[in-house]
């Protein structure tokens, strides 16, 4: 078994693999534990899109058989007596442990994964079976993903310049002078140097980019708050009360996504909705929402010609509704791939949060 160098494992994975037959083998926990960071190490959208469609089990939205495998390989690579054909609620299980290790990483696959579970969820409409809460985990992760990036960066550290230490090599010269130990001295002198040179241009670098990450955030935060300021829709240039109730979730959503530098966005995003007018208790359908809004907006405003039902079921629907040119004709067919019924209905602010995030996924993806 080759788990030596996975990273500590998580303090409750043996909880989660408590209802399972290996539960009191802790070498192979251990293998398996390293098999999920082995997984997770280069882990991009595709990654992330497949660990969610494991973790929720979907009968109708399935991983891929590829990436089973894949996962499968791994697992096998770390512990020989680990069986594939026998694993389908362990890989479940060991998706949800992937994507708690990425709500750990504080970037953008980390936001990625979070706002993947949380669009997957659609609000409670599905529901994975999983002994980790991963969506109250995913919101905790947005969360501090958000206040992480707006935390202005400290640059002390950048002015902190390394220390250039020549007294041994000062020394040397002074008890053997002759050339050979004064052309040795300049040599370990300009490596010393160019060393020190080194970590003072990573540190310059690294406080440069913080500061240019921190400025953009700022930027993306006044311009929302000129949209805000402004009460006009940027697409369809009408004031917001001159939009339909029914429509503004995904018009607002997305003009705020479009405006997003960072994911996650700010956490003032609500606010921001509730002063654009969208209502906090109204409820909207699906359906309603896609209907109420302009066809040639919703075919402009779309990013992805093949979204996710799974991670983007609204963008889905809006695919739908624009391939039957219009109606409804194409609710049935989206209820039954998506699992979500077709006449459930959300606040308008839940609604607008659920297509920001699905935005920003666009985004990254």
Avoid at 177 to 202: F, G
Avoid at 234 to 241: E, G, H, K, P, W
Avoid at 280 to 301: D, N, P, Y
Wanted: glycine letters at 6%; aromatic letters at 6%.
């Amino acid at each position: 078994m080759a788990n030596e160098a996975a990273p500590a494992m998580h303090a409750d994975f043996a909880r989660w693999y408590a209802p399972l037959t290996i539960a009191d083998d802790p070498d192979r926990r251990g293998a398996r534990w390293a098999g999920v960071h082995a997984l997770t190490k280069s882990a991009d959208g595709d990654l992330v899109e497949s660990l969610v469609r494991l973790a929720f089990g979907h009968a109708r939205l399935p991983a891929s058989a590829a990436f089973v495998a894949k996962f499968q390989g791994l697992l096998k690579a770390q512990d020989a007596t680990f069986d594939p054909n026998t694993t389908a609620r362990e890989l479940q299980l060991l998706a949800g442990a992937a994507l708690h290790v990425l709500f750990d990483r504080q970037d953008d696959v980390g936001g990625a994964a979070a706002l993947s579970v949380l669009t997957a969820s659609f609000e409670g409409a599905r529901i994975p079976d999983l002994p980790l809460d991963i969506v109250s985990l995913a919101e905790g992760a947005l969360d501090k993903l958000a206040n992480s990036n707006r935390s202005r960066p400290n640059l002390a550290v950048a002015t902190d310049p390394p220390k250039l230490d020549f007294a041994a090599v000062a020394k040397k010269v002074k008890d053997t002078p002759n050339w050979e130990s004064v052309i040795e001295a300049i040599t370990s002198m300009e490596k010393t140097t160019q060393t020190a040179l080194r970590i003072l241009s990573t540190r310059q670098a690294s406080a440069i980019s913080a500061v240019d990450r921190f400025l953009k955030i700022q930027d993306e935060e006044l311009q929302m708050l000129w949209w805000l300021t402004g009460s006009r829709s940027l697409d369809l240039d009408v004031r917001f009360d001159q939009v339909a109730a029914e429509a503004q979730p995904l018009l607002f959503a997305k003009e705020l996504a479009d405006s997003t530098a960072m994911l996650p966005g700010p956490r003032s995003i609500k606010s921001m909705l509730l002063h654009a007018g969208i209502k906090e208790r109204k409820k909207v359908g699906v359906l309603e929402a896609i209907t109420a809004s302009e066809f040639g907006w919703l075919q402009t405003s779309e990013l992805d010609e093949s979204p996710s039902s799974l991670t983007l079921p609204i963008h889905f629907a809006i695919r739908r509704h624009i391939e039957a040119g219009g109606g409804d004709t194409w609710v049935p067919n989206w209820a039954a791939v998506t699992g979500v019924d077709a006449t459930r209905q959300l606040p308008s602010l839940v609604l607008a949060i659920q297509f920001y995030r699905e935005r920003l996924l666009l985004s990254f993806v």
